[in-house]
């Protein structure tokens, strides 16, 4: 990752003035205006001056970064370095990286493949990025393609793999209703200034029974609660919403969408690693445990915890939600009645 040139820096030297690149916005979620700030931080992989805040909704409870970067801005907060852009596995010259790209693939698509009856149709992957996952559904006998607004990234998925992606938002695409056998979303909705019309659009997509795969933060999640501000899932300033899964259920059901299983088996070492690192020098510790951490060799036995236990009982920061196009939107505002207001430890 490249730290030298940080986002604050590049927005400081290349975009308009301040008022221009923040928004005050009502909670996007049930529209009410009054929020309570959760968490207040610099840019969590970029230092540099600029702080961020997420508010937690006094109406609904929904987390959201507010003020924001605007649509027009948000792009300056991306720098170069951040982006992950994966090349095709085969391409990897480390073999243990190989092996362990290899393993993380087989178990996303597997568990996308088996919660879909083991039955190949049409699959979308918004956000798809080079395309590596569209790859290996295709390989399960799926007709896969995609969205992805990058330009490079969707170039890479067409030279590479020739897979048919769409250079854009969901939005812009067009894409005819009830299409979809199986729509997946990998670390997006996070992303996204308004998730509603998002919603709208996956739900109008899918075929009645066909399946809705998400990925995004756990603000509930064990190691959101141990990490505390360090815990990069807030990653601010890009991340604009995050769900606690309660409110996703709710969220999903209204758009016809109610969730089956939430479980977790992405990236959680990644992710935990480096929230450590950054809780540890803030404590004054050298980076001697997360270099060990994230050597290798515990990376893959990591896989042990993060197959197991953490994928079983959605402890890990990240959680995979697996939802099915009903035939009517389902009514279930009294899911929120019984959710405790989330409480961070600030340590
Ligand atoms: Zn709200």
């Given amino acids: 990752m490249n ?83 994966l090349s095709a596995i085969e391409d990897e010259a480390s073999p243990l990286r190989r092996l362990d790209r290899a393993f993380g693939l087989r178990m996303r698509c597997q568990a996308v493949h088996r919660a879909a009856d083991r039955r190949p149709g049409r699959l979308l992957d918004v956000g798809c990025a080079t395309g590596v996952f569209l790859d290996g559904m295709r390989r399960l006998g799926w007709a896969v393609q995609g969205v992805e607004p990058s330009a490079y990234a969707a170039g890479y998925a067409r030279r590479r793999f020739g897979l048919e992606v769409f250079e854009g938002l969901l939005e812009e695409a067009r894409l005819p209703e009830a299409t979809f056998d199986a729509i997946t979303m990998w670390d997006v909705l996070e992303h996204v200034h308004e998730p509603r019309p998002v919603l709208a659009e996956l739900a109008r997509l899918l075929r009645p029974g066909g399946l809705l795969v998400l990925s995004l933060p756990n603000p509930d999640s064990l190691e959101a609660r141990l990490l505390g501000e360090h815990w990069l899932g807030w990653d601010l300033p890009r991340h604009l919403n995050l769900f606690r899964p309660t409110q996703l259920r709710v969220h999903l059901a209204r758009y016809g969408m109610p969730v089956e299983r939430i479980r977790s088996f992405t990236a959680g070492h990644a992710v935990m690693v480096m929230s450590l690192a950054r809780k540890l020098s803030a404590a004054g510790y050298g980076p001697a445990i997360p270099r060990l951490l994230s050597s290798p060799p515990v990376r893959l036995l990591s896989r042990l915890y993060y197959s197991g236990p953490a994928d079983w009982y959605n402890l890990s920061s990240i959680m995979v939600v697996f939802a099915r196009r009903g035939s009517a939107p389902h009514a279930s505002q009294e899911l929120l009645r019984d959710v405790a207001p989330l409480a961070l430890n600030q340590g």
């Fill in 3 to 85: 730290t030298s040139e940080p986002g604050s820096q590049r927005l400081r030297e290349t975009s308009p003035p301040i008022h221009a690149i923040f928004e005050t916005t009502p909670c996007p979620m049930c529209g009410a205006e009054a929020g309570t700030p959760l968490v207040r931080t610099g840019d969590l992989l970029f230092p540099g001056d600029a702080e961020f805040q997420l508010v937690s909704c006094s109406h609904c409870g929904h987390i959201y970064q507010n003020p924001r970067p605007t649509p027009a801005a948000i792009g300056s907060f991306y720098p170069e370095a951040y982006h992950p852009f």
